[in-house]
C-alpha cells in the first residue's frame, strides 16, 4: 500500500482517477451529443407532459413520458408501470432534459417514464437533494392514475449520483416521510453506475463543490441502509468501468442482497463504460432494459 494512501490503497492523484469518468472517457461529450440528437425526437414519437411541478422550487418538475397509442395519439390504457428515473452528475451538474432519450427503452413496451429534475449542490446540500426525489416519488404515486399509470406499480431507476439516489429511495420508510404513503411505494429498482458508499466522496477532487459533511455521509451511504421492504433490485455497472465503480456495485449487491435481504440481481454488462451503459437503458432490446421490463411485469 502506498505510504500516503488516503482510501482503498490510493493516493490522492489514483483516487481521483477512479472516480473521474469523463477523464476515463475522453468521448463523452460525443456520447452525450448522440443522445441529445435522440432525445430531441423522443418529443415527437411520444406523448411528452413537460416541467410538471412537484415541489416549491423552479427546479422541482419533472417530464413524463407515455406511449401513443395510434399516429394520432389517443386515449391511453389506464394501469401502466410507471418507472421514475433519478439522474445523474455527481449531485451538481446535470438536468432532467439531458435525458428525453431513454423514453426509447421501455415506453414502447407500455410503460410510463417519469424524469425527475432536482436542485443541485451546493444551490442546496445532499439532504435537500435527497428529500426533493422522495417528493418526487410521493408525487407520482399520489397523481399516477391521472396520466394512466397504476399507482401500485411504481419502480425506480437511477444512474450514477441517481443509482445512489435509487438506492436511498429504496431504503425510505414512505409512511414517516408523508403519513398517506404505503410502506411499500416503490415495487422494484434498477441502480447503474452508482456511488453506494460516499465515503470517499469528501476525500476526492469533488469535494470543494460537493461540501459532503460526514453527518450527510453517514445519512446518504445506502450500503450503510436497509432496504425499507423486499422490492427487487438490479444492480448494473458496465464491465470498463473503473475498479472502484465496480468494487462498489458488488459491495453493496452484496451487502443488500444478503440472507434476510432483498432478490438483488448484479448485473455487469461487458464492453460498457459509464456513459454507454445509459445507452443500454434506452435499447429496448437490450439485455439490461429487457431485465427491466420484465421486473415490470412487461417482460
Not at 432532467?96 to 407500455?110: E, H, Q, T
Not at 444478503?258 to 434506452?282: K, Q, R, S
Amino acid at each position: 500500500m502506498p505510504e500516503n494512501a488516503i482510501y482503498q490503497g490510493y493516493d490522492q492523484t489514483g483516487l481521483d482517477a477512479q472516480y473521474n469518468n469523463r477523464a476515463r472517457v475522453p468521448e463523452h461529450t460525443d456520447i452525450h451529443d448522440v443522445y441529445q440528437a435522440q432525445g430531441d425526437a423522443v418529443l415527437a414519437d411520444f406523448d411528452a407532459r413537460l416541467d410538471i411541478s412537484y415541489g416549491p422550487s423552479a427546479e422541482e418538475t419533472l417530464d413524463i413520458y407515455l406511449p401513443k397509442t395510434g399516429p394520432a395519439g389517443g386515449a391511453l390504457a389506464d394501469g401502466m408501470p410507471v418507472n421514475v428515473f433519478l439522474h445523474g452528475g455527481y449531485w451538481f451538474s446535470r438536468h432532467k432534459n439531458d435525458f428525453r432519450f431513454l423514453a426509447r427503452g421501455m415506453v414502447p413496451s407500455g410503460a410510463a417514464l417519469v424524469v425527475v429534475n432536482y436542485a443541485l449542490v451546493p444551490s442546496v446540500d445532499l439532504d435537500e437533494l435527497v428529500r426533493q426525489c422522495r417528493a418526487a416519488i410521493a408525487w407520482t404515486h399520489q397523481n399516477a392514475a391521472g396520466f394512466g399509470g397504476d399507482p401500485e406499480r411504481i419502480f425506480v431507476s437511477g444512474h450514477s449520483a441517481g443509482g445512489q439516489l435509487t438506492a436511498m429511495m429504496m431504503s425510505t420508510v414512505w409512511p414517516a416521510f408523508a403519513d398517506h404513503l404505503p410502506a411499500n411505494v416503490i415495487k422494484g429498482g434498477c441502480a447503474l453506475s452508482g456511488i453506494y458508499d460516499l465515503t470517499p466522496m469528501p476525500l476526492s477532487y469533488m469535494q470543494e463543490t460537493l461540501q459532503f459533511t460526514p453527518d450527510q455521509v453517514a445519512r446518504n451511504s445506502p450500503i450503510t441502509l436497509s432496504p425499507s421492504t423486499k422490492a427487487p433490485l438490479i444492480v448494473g455497472v458496465g464491465g470498463d468501468e473503473s475498479e472502484e465503480f465496480l468494487r462498489q456495485s458488488q459491495a453493496f449487491a452484496e451487502q443488500w442482497g444478503t440472507p434476510g435481504g432483498i432478490e438483488c440481481w448484479l448485473m455487469t454488462l461487458d464492453d460498457i463504460n459509464h456513459f454507454t451503459i445509459l445507452g443500454e437503458f434506452a435499447d429496448p432490446k437490450s439485455v439490461l432494459t429487457q431485465a427491466v421490463l420484465q421486473q415490470m411485469g412487461l417482460g
